[in-house]
């Protein structure tokens, strides 16, 4: 309950002091900041330089731990509605500059949230197929690569239930109209609030070219380089601290999105293996333009993960310094996958561009439904390879055993599915979604029309995402 001196307070002051103070010394966002605080402790209003860990305005001190108002005149800690909702509003953007998240919160309606629950007192049942989360893009001049990213994120699980559950907080205050995070939240509230009419992403065009100005105008883009230009602009406006850790960062998009890649480089005088490991997004894969003549039915996904993870011998115009040798030698390097995503996103590389030629390869590749990541884990895919040798990383670590799962977590379903219909001078995006209980739908643009699995199987596929079975928890 509040009193009347904190009330007194307020009236004659305001509350930017409070402000102000928990600025400077409870919930500094900076790491510099943090350090200053812990040196000062003033008084706000007769500059009184304190050793104790309460600031005093008189009748009314601040306990820096917790930001709570003591009254010295009552005796007691004071409760006032405005400050502490300021309160736990500043704690959890201190928490989010700390990188530990957001405090569980239970749901507290506001006022403009009372208003919209008294106008649609209707309760919304939802039918056994229900199509909420379906909205068409409108085409604003070839921007179809634009759309086919939006519809793909837009139903990606994880990514879902995090923006719909109001996990974001922005740390731009006072210039949320250039935060791509709160416009992507926005989006997710627009197509799943029930609504039918496409919508029109003119923000987010406006927001990419103020960005990413490789893809500003309005030229046909390739919908992979905005799927990564998205993800990484996601990325930025998530962490903006200076003392976050890039190869471990905890923002929804790399917990959602980031594997991990094992560089095994082994010298072909000693068998000595050098490891190095590398964050991804995706993987890029390379598509045959001529098929083998022992080659029966099309190019698999399975076979373009075995190419991707095969042992490469570099030959004699590539030799890499040997650590044990102390000299150049030849050597086999081979890639797999150290740490599987939760999203698997594969770009199938249709476009080749070269200084005499600009071409789209149109191998048929036959992805499933279903996929199993298992035999490209690098423990399981390094045993069938004749490495040998002693390693010279240093990664190798008791933390093995997490990172290597059993097979059944690297089991994968698709979810969404980007085909370049035409050729590379004059083509066009669609993409097919899932929705609830394996309900397929084409999105063309503002266009929505169910698909069935056999569709999506039978397309050309260009960018392909997959979701993990099951999620491991830590």
């Known amino acids: ?43 706000t209003k007769c500059s009184e330089r304190m050793k104790q860990s309460v600031l005093h305005i008189h009748n009314l001190s601040v306990e820096l731990t917790c930001g709570q108002v003591f009254c010295h005149v009552c005796g007691d800690y004071v409760y006032d509605e405005e400050l502490e909702a300021l309160n736990d509003h500043r704690f959890n953007q201190y928490h989010v500059s700390l990188g530990l998240g957001v ?36 085409n604003l001049g070839n921007t179809c690569f634009m759309s086919v990213i939006v519809q793909s994120l837009i139903h990606t699980p994880l990514l879902r239930d995090y923006f719909l559950s109001d996990r974001h907080i922005c740390s731009q205050e006072d210039n949320k109209e250039q935060c791509i995070v709160c416009e992507i939240s926005r989006l997710f509230q627009e197509f799943y609030s ?59 998009v790399d917990t959602i999105f980031t594997g991990k890649l094992q560089s095994d480089v082994v010298c072909q ?68 996958m150290k740490k599987l995503p939760i999203v698997a996103s594969f770009h199938l590389k249709r476009f080749e561009h070269s200084s005499r030629l600009h071409k789209k390869i149109t191998t048929r590749v036959a992805f499933p ?40 977590n690297n089991r994968y379903t698709l979810f969404a599915v980007i085909n370049h219909i035409g050729t590379i001078e004059a083509g066009h995006y669609m993409s097919y979604i899932r929705q609830h209980r394996d309900k397929w739908y084409l999105c063309n643009d503002h266009q929505i029309v169910p698909a069935s699995i056999h569709d999506v199987l039978d397309s050309e596929g260009y960018l392909l995402f997959y979701h993990k079975q099951r999620l491991e928890y830590s």
């Open 369 to 408: 439904e279903h996929l199993d990541m298992s035999p490209f884990v690098s423990h399981m895919r390094n045993s069938k390879s004749e490495t040998g040798g002693s390693s010279s990383s240093s990664s190798t670590s008791s933390n093995d055993a997490l990172t290597d799962s059993p097979i059944r």
């Open 194 to 252: 029930g609504a039918k009419s496409p919508l029109v992403p003119h923000v987010l065009l406006h927001m990419t070219w103020t960005h990413a100005h490789h893809l500003a105008g309005y030229e046909q883009q390739d919908a992979h380089e905005f799927f990564i230009a998205t993800l990484d602009l996601l990325h930025r406006h998530l962490i903006r601290r200076t003392d976050v850790n890039p190869s471990n960062c905890d923002c929804i």
């Open 269 to 336: 005088a000693c068998r000595n293996v050098s490891t190095t490991i590398d964050p991804f997004w995706d993987i890029s894969l390379d598509l045959p333009t001529v098929l083998p003549q022992n080659q029966v039915g099309p190019v698999s996904l399975h076979h373009c993960l075995e190419r991707f993870t095969k042992p490469e011998h570099l030959g004699s115009t590539a030799k890499i310094k040997c650590s044990i040798c102390k000299s150049y030698q030849e050597s086999t390097k081979q890639l797999t």
């Open 103 to 138: 405090k569980f919160q239970p749901w507290k309606a506001s006022q403009q949230e009372i208003s919209l629950l008294k106008k649609h007192k209707k309760r919304k049942v939802l039918s056994s197929s229900p199509t909420v989360g379906l909205r068409g893009l409108v």
């Open 1 to 43: 309950m509040s009193c009347a001196h904190l009330s007194s307070f307020k009236t004659n002051h305001g509350i930017d002091s409070y402000i102000r103070l928990h600025r400077a010394l409870i919930t500094p966002l900076s790491a510099l900041g943090r350090s200053q605080s812990a040196l000062m402790r003033q008084c």
